[in-house]
């Protein structure tokens, strides 16, 4: 699969909400369905639909044991998003910098005008 494509379907799959939030639990550890469905108060059919979501995107591994399906971050395709976001971060950063130069020219207009109330 090649890499525009990998980014594409990691971004329709952190488009949901939901979907974000599970990949948020299984940052911390592996995690079985059933205990993503109780932190989340939803159904195991529905968490596992977004699980399958995921886990095309590749966001997701699935590792079996015996009668358990553990499922575990994948952090591949969260490093291709961060090299992919990683130009538009430089271009706001040095937008935000010259932003911040150009406020920091700029007289402090709520010092003055307390000064011009108080003249008055």
């Known amino acids: 699969m090649g890499y525009i494509k990998n980014v594409s379907l990691s971004f329709d799959a952190l488009a949901d909400p939901t979907r974000r939030r599970i990949l948020g639990l299984l940052l911390g550890r592996p995690r079985l369905v059933g205990e993503i469905a109780h932190e989340l108060e939803m159904s195991q059919p529905r968490v596992s639909k977004h699980l399958r979501v995921l886990r095309d995107a590749g966001l997701v591994t699935v590792r079996p044991e015996a009668q358990r ?42 010092e003055e005008e307390p000064r011009q109330a108080k003249e008055q």
């Open 69 to 110: 399906r553990w499922y575990e971050l994948r952090a591949e395709p969260l490093a291709d998003l961060d090299a992919w976001l990683a130009p538009y971060r430089r271009l706001w950063a040095e937008r935000l910098d010259l932003l911040e130069q150009r406020l920091e020219t700029m007289p402090d207009v709520l």
